[in-house]
């Protein structure tokens, strides 16, 4: 700017903010890109599940309050009920449960409530149900609900930290196990379902 007689210079402050929005764009564009590769690669069955035994009371508890601050903060009463197991990797059916618990505070609205419910809906399978309040979903938005970056609503998309792909992840993580997902909504309720092999009874030990 100095040749057309002026110049302009930004104040540290200006520069430190310009600086902190670009890495924060660059961690969400790395996140996005790790989310992709972990979808294609899952897809693709590439990524093996390990087979850990997995009691579902605990782990839904630590989500539930690694969630609540989040939950509390609009006003959401957000509760966990059940149990069961499942033999699975530990890491990639966290993820999943989080993911559903994360999609389904970010569409609760204030004062609304969020549950996650383990039950038994047939024999040999678990289903883990993530339940919220709201907004009932049209019947031709919930068959691809769980497709990469669909959004029912287009004008909810929100403040662009959330890539679109949390509840694609969900599916893949489903399917690297062998299980499936599921979605209805119906009366301001909305209830999404992890869906996996019930773990066998462990065999009592031989004796000696």
Do not use: C, Q, W
């Given at each position: 700017?100095?040749?057309?007689?002026?110049?302009?210079?930004?104040?540290?402050?200006?520069?430190?903010?310009?600086?902190?929005?670009?890495?924060?764009?660059y961690g969400r564009l790395s996140r996005m890109v790790a989310d992709m590769l972990y979808i294609?690669?899952?897809?693709?069955?590439?990524?093996?599940?390990?087979?850990?035994?997995?009691?579902?009371?605990?782990?839904?508890?630590?989500?539930?309050?690694?969630?609540?601050?989040?939950?509390?903060?609009?006003?959401?009463?957000?509760?966990?009920?059940?149990?069961?197991?499942?033999?699975?990797?530990?890491?990639?059916?966290?993820?999943?449960?989080?993911?559903?618990?994360?999609?389904?505070?970010?569409?609760?609205?204030?004062?609304?409530?969020?549950?996650?419910?383990?039950?038994?809906?047939?024999?040999?399978?678990?289903?883990?149900?993530?339940?919220?309040?709201?907004?009932?979903?049209?019947?031709?938005?919930?068959?691809?609900l769980f497709d990469r970056f669909y959004r029912a609503d287009p004008a909810r998309g929100g403040?662009?930290?959330?890539?679109?792909?949390?509840?694609?992840?969900?599916?893949?993580?489903?399917?690297?196990?062998?299980?499936?997902?599921?979605?209805?909504?119906?009366?301001?309720?909305?209830?999404?379902?992890?869906?996996?092999?019930?773990?066998?009874?462990?065999?009592?030990?031989?004796?000696?």
């Amino acid at each position: 700017y100095e040749k057309y007689g002026f110049a302009y210079k930004k104040e540290p402050e200006e520069y430190r903010e310009v600086l902190g929005s670009n890495v924060e764009e660059y961690g969400r564009l790395s996140r996005m890109v790790a989310d992709m590769l972990y979808i294609a690669k899952a897809d693709e069955g590439r990524i093996v599940p390990t087979r850990e035994r997995l009691r579902l009371a605990p782990l839904v508890g630590d989500l539930v309050e690694f969630h609540r601050l989040a939950a509390e903060e609009k006003g959401i009463v957000l509760a966990g009920e059940g149990d069961g197991a499942v033999d699975g990797d530990p890491l990639m059916i966290r993820r999943a449960i989080g993911n559903l618990l994360s999609n389904a505070i970010r569409h609760t609205p204030a004062g609304g409530r969020v549950a996650v419910a383990v039950r038994r809906p047939a024999p040999g399978t678990i289903a883990i149900d993530v339940v919220n309040t709201g907004e009932t979903l049209a019947a031709e938005h919930l068959p691809r609900l769980f497709d990469r970056f669909y959004r029912a609503d287009p004008a909810r998309g929100g403040d662009g930290s959330h890539s679109g792909l949390g509840l694609a992840i969900v599916k893949s993580s489903a399917a690297a196990h062998g299980g499936s997902v599921a979605v209805a909504s119906a009366d301001g309720t909305t209830r999404f379902s992890l869906l996996l092999d019930a773990a066998e009874p462990e065999a009592p030990a031989a004796d000696s």
